[in-house]
């Protein structure tokens, strides 16, 4: 990704997934936004092919393009309510959840809350969880017994983009070994 698609891909993430209102622009219920009004209204050089590129080549296909080609909208992590339309479905046996290790104390008597997003994110692969991590400083990856918690009905959502999406995960579903602890 270039520089320029780096920096639309960041601004779009933040208009739609947290500050649409930064810009003047009104995401409808489920989260899509009008391509033209965004792009009328944005505070960088934006155009359809930009955008269009940084969707197409999103290596964490961030976002989703409407059919008719008129909409976009980002595929999780909102911090604005929207409702996705995302049905529950039955997980792994185990997914993970990248994290800083200055962060564990707080977590092991809390648990996974979504803080200021609307979803605790969870990833299907221990590397995804340490690169994750890795963004917040030293990484630790805490395992999450998913498909026991869904047996006990505990709901999980797949994003579009395959990212995982939970309400919560309690304390005492955490589970942390020496091997989820990452070397950096």
Known sequence: M???SSSISKFLSFILRHKPD???IELDPEGWANIEELIENAN???NRAMLFEVVATSDKNRFTVSADGQSIRANQGHSVVVNLGLQPKQPPESLYHGTASRFLE????QGLKPQNR???HLSHSRNTAISVGQ???KPIVLTIPALAMNQKGHLFFQAKNGVWLTNEVK???LQL???DSATT
């Open 2 to 4: 270039t520089d320029s």
């Open 22 to 24: 930064s810009i003047g």
């Open 171 to 173: 304390p005492e579903d």
């Open 177 to 179: 070994s020496s091997e």
């Open 44 to 46: 960088i050089p934006l």
């Open 106 to 109: 707080s977590i092991k008597q």
């Open 135 to 137: 963004r917040h400083g």
């Open 118 to 120: 609307q979803y605790v």
